[in-house]
């Protein structure tokens, strides 16, 4: 079973910076696009990064030129520099992948999330 575990997190003042990472741990076939996702109290979930297998990327307006995601070398890994940060950037921040357990089967996975404080 593919699991994705992530680490990061934590408390920053504005203007501050964070790095997150995820791995994804398990036997898997490949690992598609992975992305990072954020879910503010009283919000929704929403995209903020995401990275393809080809190192394509897509970022959400409000996050662009603050923040870089990036894959590892061995493509299971994925993370995301968060440089500036605001308040408004406080949330819990989801790693997201999508997964081929094996040559036939795609799937989309998360982490269990890790908080992100961005306060004085």
């Known amino acids: 079973q593919v699991q994705l575990v992530e680490s990061g997190g934590g408390l920053v003042q504005p203007g501050g910076s964070l790095r997150l990472s995820c791995a994804a741990s398990?036997?898997?076939?490949?690992?598609?696009?992975m992305g990072w996702f954020r879910q503010a109290p009283g919000k929704q979930r929403e995209l903020v990064a995401d990275?393809?297998?080809?190192?394509?990327?897509n970022y959400a307006d409000s996050v662009k030129g603050r923040f870089t995601i990036s894959r590892g070398n061995a493509k299971n890994t994925v993370y995301l520099q968060m440089n500036s940060l605001k308040p408004e950037d406080t949330a819990v921040y989801y790693c997201?992948?999508?997964?081929?357990?094996?040559?036939?089967?795609?799937?989309?996975?998360w982490g269990q999330g890790t908080q992100v404080t961005v306060s004085s």
């Open positions: 997201n992948a999508v997964v081929m357990p094996d040559l036939v089967v795609t799937t989309q996975l």
């Open positions: 398990g036997r898997f076939f490949r690992i598609n696009a």
């Open positions: 990275i393809t297998s080809g190192r394509n990327t």
